[in-house]
């Protein structure tokens, strides 16, 4: 404490020493920062005395790091720091409360003058400061050099001692915020080389004031860290923008070393040439990934920003995961100072072309400066093979999977040809090479079909070798994973040894042997016109029968009917025909249908069969799930009589808690179950005894595969015999006896080959899977792969074919032929799976809708795609993969929120714990996240190989938006953002073809950046605009740019006044098209106008929906393209004129009209003469109109008529008895038609002679 009171008393005599020769400024920053020095002195004492009252250190050491901090940023009061006055007080006030609660008790005589008398002095001495600060204007002369020196100084413990008090900042953030701590590392000590007389003053004359402007930017970096309150996301864009402007200085300082140092003899010079080498390469690739980005964020697309890319990829490629093992020690620095200059001379050109983009000028001269890069490329490979490499031996640790060579051979030569279409940049750098590989590749696979594989077993090996080490060779380059060994040497030697196995190939084996049987890419595809036929059920008459009386006869109390027996057996299909016999669903108020499965969610369960009692017909969403939907679901089924069917029952649990709701009134209720276990069925027996399935018999065996192979013709007799003996083999089991009928339905019908089916057949055990594995090894190369990425999808859960030609495309599973197109393709594929009896199809209005696998399908074909290393399934909870596993080619994460902490993020990849072969990727899916955002940790821009990434419910922040956007391979992307546009660095995503955003917001622009995107063909985010709502024009377009392989925009929103027909002009091939028009504020009617969408000649499907407060008399006019096929209007309100324009149009099949308004109340279209020639379905969904008038001919053809809450309608026009085509009528919440309804039902039956039509009604 005395030291304290004498250094008070001394300063006074200091201050009117130094105010002769000092500012007033200065005077009082080293008076503050000599009290604050005094203060931390006395604490360190204080710490180390052993008669003081105990303290709690960390309270203590909290309090030493805000003082000196506040000493470090005051030496920066040289720079003018916004705020830093306030934050100087703010900080003080800190200080002052820390040691009140330190020291508030204490009654020591030394703690109390300390809190009472030596820190309010210093609160007055930082006032004083404050003060001079106000009368003192800053210097804009550059700053003396022991100036600079201490400030650098004051730097580098600024960032020592910042990761202390910011540690949640900056952890995750560590890679970048240590390369700034090393640049200011050697800009200090190239600076003291200078100071000390090792380096000529007039060599880094020029450099001098770069020194000091980025001392000043990292100063604030600092001061803005520590002063202000800022999130992760906030601090990774200062580091970005930090880095981007202080590693050109070390540039220049490593330009000055390689050109005027290297040769120094001076021992200070050549540690700190050896401190560069070190740093180097982190510093080098942090700028190079940062440069990238910016370019991408600011820069259009040009032939010189593309080259740009490529050298930096090459760059990349060699300083990350550097061979220092593998570089002559001798010839380190060189490589690195080349390195250094390609990157110097690679931020001059971006500079150069941000200028341009801003200027429009010197173009010429930026793309000879581009040139120069790829020639230069070509230098510094041939140098590295000769100069700097040493050459590695051919020996290969590697292990590859050998279960199905021609699938893999399959997909890398898809990948082969998607990477020569790609624009990727990477890809750019190796493409003659991938040429090579390609052309050789698929030469030498014509060669192999099976029968060439089997006879030639070690020379098909080594080609499989040869071909797993050019792919992994070619990905190693992409992602950067120890690439430059592989660049240099081990690809070309690859590349040779594929060479002399294709002159052995052709040596060995006749060239018109193998291009007999194998499916050459280039083939043309004859599109086949089968489709499925509903499923044929032979046999169990009697256990219909039986199951029909249970349900509609006997006890009034509820009763549980239980079908039990092994897979394949028919549980399914039996209970599945019984609960749709019309019979049994007049009998029931109301029906459910839940498959269980292993479901362990009874909740979710519920959820579904509480959804199917209400008649919601929206898909299932977990989000949907409602904490008392077992108390709903009993109120909803009280007083009614319901059948609930419960397939494929696992567990009595499960049972337990499903069937709890389930109210036990006298009304004749029934539960179906069917299960595997006998001992669930024994267990919850009411009254009727379970039905154990049989097998069929051999009559019924052999009827269902002759009806299945030959449809309704007869089994040619010589094949009777062979083909009796395959069914008996089938020992009765349905499933069997489908897979065999649809293998043998395709073939030609030949007994030779019935024989080999038949041969294959040894044992019931293994019937199943065997069977599965007969279908399956007929299946094509090319269609194998899409079959076993079905077993991607839920067990149980049937997915649009849509969405599974989406997933097709993304996994690179399809590609153009010479004469079929990809959607083409795509339908042909799905058809030949359908006709093989693997895919079970849900059919729609005459078409396949959705498809699912059998579960006994789908364990095999997730068995083999787990062998085949296609995919697989982990649990966020689940413990990772060794890092010597090859990962899968796709990932499926499902997170399991209520394992992981409240307060962790998920990490996706960690480079530092998980898989390096995570790297490899192609496709990812992170499903049930509900995360806020994911970790800074997850890195998704080393994934750099992905081609499908879907991360469901996980808002993104726009940091990783960024690291995204970097992802150049990608074709399928799915997310959730909130966000006023999609960030400019979109463009870059070249070869993305689906995009669906989730967005959170109300609107989001699309920016220009879409149009770049021309390979896209479905789009689909929520509330998109192409317009911008502050002056209603669409976003800035280039004059040509158009969107050719759109083919479906889902969520567009329309001003209700803007001119949409050149914006959909660029549209010419969508097909389906899903809007909103926007209301205006204030509005008229004259304001409102509906899009010209007869521009798009291919539209197929129309969803538009009127977002207004209140119906309007608004005047449409519509205008649709002649191809429409699908109509759905909602909040319109209608004329019978364009009703008629609607009729009019030729190809329409469907039409939804909702919440629509038709003008007079009154739809006449007798008087009008309409006629809907194609419409098969028709959809009334609450619109307004009380008189309708239907001709004969109005609906020629229309099959099913759907009418809800139509409250004003009294009744249906009795000219629907006319329509022969018409199957059903279809009633929801509309008492006032059931009469009538019923009464064209007769009328049918009485002209007809047979009750064709089916009436159904819904409260």
Known sequence: MQALVVASTARTRIYCHMETTLSLQEVASYVLRKD?????????????????????????????????????????????????????????????????????????????????????????????????????????????????????????????????????????????????????????????????????????????????????????????????????PQVNFKLAHLLMKIIPVELEVMHICSTNLEASKSAEVGRFIKQLQESAPAILREYL???????????????????????????????????????????????????????????????????????????????????????????????????????PKDSSQLCFPKSDGPIFMTLLLRNLNDLLKSDAYSAALIKEEVQMVKEDLEFIRSFFGKVEQKLNRDLWNCVLDAAYEAEHSINSILVRDHGLLQLIFLLPRIIEKIKLIKEEVQQKIPKNRGLVVVNSPKKPIEISKSSATSQIIVGFEKETKEIISKLTKGPTEIDVISIVGMPGLGKTTLAYKVYNEKFVVDHFDVRAWCTVDQERNEKKLLQKIYNQVIGLKERFNEDGIDDDVADKLRKQLCGKRYLVVLDDLWDIATWDELTRPFPEFQKGSRIILTSRIQEIAVKDKRHSDPLYLRFLTQGESWELLERKVFGEKSCP???????????????????????????????????????????????????????????????????????????????????????????????????????NSVEEVMEIYVDELISSSLVIVFNERGRASSCRI?????????????????????????????????????????????????????????????????????????????????????????????????????????????????????????????????????????????????????????????????????????????????????????????????????????????????????????????????????????????????????????????????????QWDFHFPSSLKELVLTRFNLTSDLLSRIGRLPNLQKLTLEEAIIQGKEWNMEEEEVIFENLKLLILDWVSFSEWKVGEESFPVLEELHIKRCDELMEIPDSFADIASLKSISLWGNPQLVESAHEIKECVAETMGEDKLEVTCFD
């Not at 910042?162 to 700034?180: D, G, R, S």
């Not at 990829?313 to 001798?330: A, G, Q, R, S, V």
């Not at 304001?1087 to 539209?1099: N, T």
Request: hydrophobic content about 40%; some cysteine; charged content about 25%.
């Open 36 to 232: 604050i020095s005094n203060l931390l002195d006395f604490i360190e004492r204080l710490k180390n005395e052993e008669d003081q009252i105990a303290l709690h250190m960390d309270q203590i050491e909290k309090l030493k790091l805000k003082l000196t901090i506040m000493s470090t940023f005051l030496q920066l009061s040289y720079f003018s720091l916004d705020g830093f006055n306030d934050r100087m007080s703010s900080k003080a006030l800190q200080v002052d409360d820390l040691v009140e609660s330190l020291f508030h008790q204490s009654r020591d005589d030394m703690l109390v003058k300390l809190k009472d008398h030596i820190v309010p002095r210093l609160l007055e001495t930082i006032k004083s400061y404050i003060n001079s600060q106000h009368h003192y204007s800053k210097s804009t002369d550059t700053m003396t050099e022991d100036q600079l020196v201490e400030i650098l100084d004051e730097l580098l413990v600024s960032l020592h001692d910042l990761p202390k008090c910011c540690a949640e900042l900056i952890f995750p953030l560590m890679t970048q915020y240590k390369v700034i701590q090393n640049v200011c590392v050697n800009i200090r000590d190239f600076h003291g080389l200078k100071v000390n007389g090792c380096v000529k003053h007039e060599i880094v004359e020029y450099v001098l004031p770069q020194f000091q402007r980025m001392a000043e930017r990292v100063g604030h970096f600092c001061f803005v860290l520590f002063s202000y309150h800022l999130d992760v």
């Open 289 to 391: 990934i940062h440069l990238q980005v910016h370019m991408v964020t600011v820069l259009n697309a040009s032939t010189s920003a593309r080259s740009i890319h490529v050298m930096i990829e090459f760059l990349l490629i060699i300083l990350t995961d550097m061979p220092k093992d593998f570089i002559y020690h001798d010839k380190l620095f060189d490589l690195l100072a080349r390195v250094g200059a390609l990157t110097r001379e690679v931020s001059i050109l971006v500079c150069n072309l941000e200028e341009i983009s801003r200027n429009e000028e010197n173009m010429n001269e930026t793309n000879c400066g581009s040139l120069d890069l790829l020639e230069s490329i070509e230098l510094l490979k041939e140098d590295l093979k000769h100069v700097f490499l040493k050459a």
């Open 717 to 819: 007799k010589e094949l009777l015999g062979v083909g009796e003996e395959i069914a008996q083999k089938c020992e009765g089991l349905p499933l069997v006896l489908d897979l065999i009928g649809g293998v043998i339905a395709r073939k030609e019908k030949i007994k030779a080959f019935w024989l080999e089916v038949l041969n294959n057949l040894k044992s019931i055990k293994n019937e199943v899977k065997k069977v599965i594995q007969l279908s399956y090894d007929h299946l094509s190369d090319h269609l194998k792969p899409c079959l076993l990425y079905l077993a991607s999808c839920p067990k149980d859960e049937s997915i649009e074919i849509s969405q599974l030609k989406d997933l097709w495309s993304a996994e690179g599973l399809v590609e153009q032929t010479e004469m």
């Open 854 to 1114: 059998h579960d006994l399908v789908h364990d095999f074909c997730l068995e083999k795609a787990r062998k085949e290393k296609l995919f697989d399934f982990i649990s966020s909870s689940a413990p990772s993969n060794s890092s010597s596993d090859l990962m899968p080619r796709g990932m499926t994460i499902r997170y399991d929120r209520y394992l992981l902490p409240w307060n962790e993020n998920l990490v996706l990849f960690n480079p530092e714990k998980k898989n390096p072969y995570v790297k490899r990727l192609l496709s990812l899916k992170v499903s049930d996240g509900k995360l806020n955002h994911l970790s800074y940790n997850c890195h998704l821009r080393h994934l750099r190989l992905l081609k499908r990434l879907e991360l469901h419910k996980i808002r993104l922040t726009y940091s990783l938006l960024n690291d995204i956007c970097m992802l150049v391979h990608l074709r399928c992307l799915k997310i959730q953002m909130k966000a006023k546009a999609l960030p400019p660095s979109f463009s870059n995503l070249l070869n993305l073809e689906t995009l669906v955003v989730d967005n959170q917001g109300t609107n989001m622009v699309l920016s220009p950046s879409i149009w770049s995107l021309a390979k896209l063909r479905h789009m689909s985010i929520d509330n998109c605009s192409l317009f911008d709502s502050d002056i209603d024009e669409p976003t800035v377009l280039k004059e040509h740019s158009k969107l050719e392989n759109l083919r479906i925009l889902y969520g567009l929103k329309l001003s209700s006044s803007g001119n949409t027909e050149d914006i959909f002009k660029r549209f010419p091939n969508l097909r389906s098209l899903m809007f909103t028009i926007d209301e205006p504020w204030p509005c008229s009617a004259e304001q409102i106008s509906f899009p010209r969408l007869d521009v798009l000649k291919e539209l197929e499907e129309v969803w538009a929906y009127f977002d207004c407060a209140s119906f309007r008399q608004n």
